[in-house]
């Protein structure tokens, strides 16, 4: 019997995957930089078992179980087990996996990114694979070959039509910059959005906005970014990242059914955010949306509590502080200044608009948990 449990980082995107040249090898159209963000905060775990006396492959995601037989996990099973040695005896025996999120998947964050990396890593381990593994992750969910690493990472499109240069590189290591820090603005809604496999799918065939974007935008723009963050210039980063997530949402509305990931409150976040910036005469903090309402901040250490206090003076809540502010210790949170209200003409909303805040920071890639009281299973391959 074998296990081994480990834990992998979901990541946000600052330059964005979206288009695929292959839908089954997930091949993207585009290269993509996003930054691998704190495990302490959010993260997948996942514990696999291998054992003589498995009778079947079993899978368990978030506590319930799930088809062994999805395309997704046979491919990544597949292409690793290719991999590893022939003769290592347990490479032929059944395996249990357990995978959960230490956040809420409703949140729509990116978890499939953390859950496939983090699968993708622990099956590398059991199999005493080394070297890259990010094209493997890649074949579970695109955006999961970022995850595969810490810090700050692109991935590389490749140009081979079978995608074995199609992965993932790190720019720097999360220490680099050690300054930045993220607002995660988590949206109250309930609308189902298409996924964003689907509406990638959707926007690749009938958008001719995203040609342009995959073909003149994104190349000038990923050399810039990789720049900025090299430099650690955050004027440079807020004006690409800002930039780079309305191009993305701009294709989806060039889309055909048109797709609409942001709402109303996603859209008056980001009118804010420029507000703020034209009042303090640079950029000092930047929005960036995946497919979904939720609206996520990148923003230096220094101007958290500011910005939170403009945040909260326009998005009241009426929750619990235990329950609404999620993730590392946030500096004080204090009332806004009079006569930034007066300034900037700012009114409140109503109050619940945003459901909770997530504040965290860039973080490390996957890990091995050594203590056994991590493991999700027990040695007979069934969930604690
Ligand atoms: C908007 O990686 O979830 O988050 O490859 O179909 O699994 P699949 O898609 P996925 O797409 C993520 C898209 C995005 C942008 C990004 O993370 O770059």
Redesign the pocket.
């Known amino acids: 019997m074998k296990m081994i449990t480990c834990i992998a980082p979901i990541?946000m995107?600052v330059i964005?995957?979206?288009g695929?040249r292959d839908e089954e090898l997930?091949l993207p159209i585009n290269d993509?930089i996003?930054a691998s963000l704190s495990t302490d905060v959010m993260c997948a775990k996942t514990t696999i078992v291998t054992s003589a006396l498995l009778k079947e492959n079993k899978f368990w995601l978030n506590g319930q179980e799930q088809s062994f037989d999805s395309p997704r996990l046979t491919n990544c099973l597949r292409a690793i087990k290719k991999r590893a040695d022939e003769k290592l005896p347990h490479l032929h025996w059944n395996i249990s996996i357990c995978s959960e999120n230490n956040f809420p998947t409703a949140a729509g964050l990116?978890s499939?990114?953390a859950g496939y990396a983090c699968l993708v890593y622990a099956l590398a381990q059991l199999y005493n694979i080394e070297g890259e593994i990010s094209n493997i992750a890649r074949q579970g969910?695109?955006?999961?070959c970022r995850s595969i690493y810490g810090g700050w990472v692109r991935w590389h499109k490749g140009n081979s039509p079978v995608g074995e240069d199609s992965l993932a590189k790190q720019i720097v290591p999360a220490d680099h910059w050690p300054e930045m820090r993220l607002l995660v603005l988590v949206v109250n809604d309930t609308k189902k959005k298409y996924s964003?496999?689907k509406g990638?799918a959707i926007t690749t065939l009938t958008s001719s906005l995203i040609k342009y974007r995959a073909n003149e935008i994104v190349p000038r723009r990923i050399e810039a970014m990789e720049q900025a963050i090299l430099n650690k210039n955050f004027q440079s980063f807020a004006e690409l990242t800002m930039k780079d997530s309305n191009s993305?949402h701009a294709c989806c509305l060039d889309s055909f059914p048109p797709i609409a990931y942001m709402n109303e409150v996603s859209h008056s976040i980001i009118q804010l955010v420029h507000l703020y910036n034209d009042y303090k005469k640079e950029l000092t903090v930047a929005y960036t949306v995946?497919?979904g309402p939720n609206t996520c901040i990148y923003l230096l250490e220094s101007e958290v509590e500011d910005f939170l206090s403009i945040v909260n003076f326009v998005f009241p809540n009426n929750v619990d502080d235990n329950e609404y502010y999620r993730g590392l210790k946030l500096p004080s949170i204090r009332p806004l200044d009079e006569s930034i209200v007066k300034d900037l003409n700012l009114s409140a909303n109503k109050e619940g608009l945003l459901k909770y805040i997530i504040y965290t920071k860039v973080g490390e890639g996957p890990r091995v948990l050594d203590d056994s009281k991590e493991h999700l299973l027990q040695d007979d391959g069934l969930p604690k």
């Open positions: 990541n995107a964005k995957y979206w695929k997930i993509s996003s990116a499939s990114a969910s695109g955006s999961a964003s496999a990638m993305m995946d497919a």
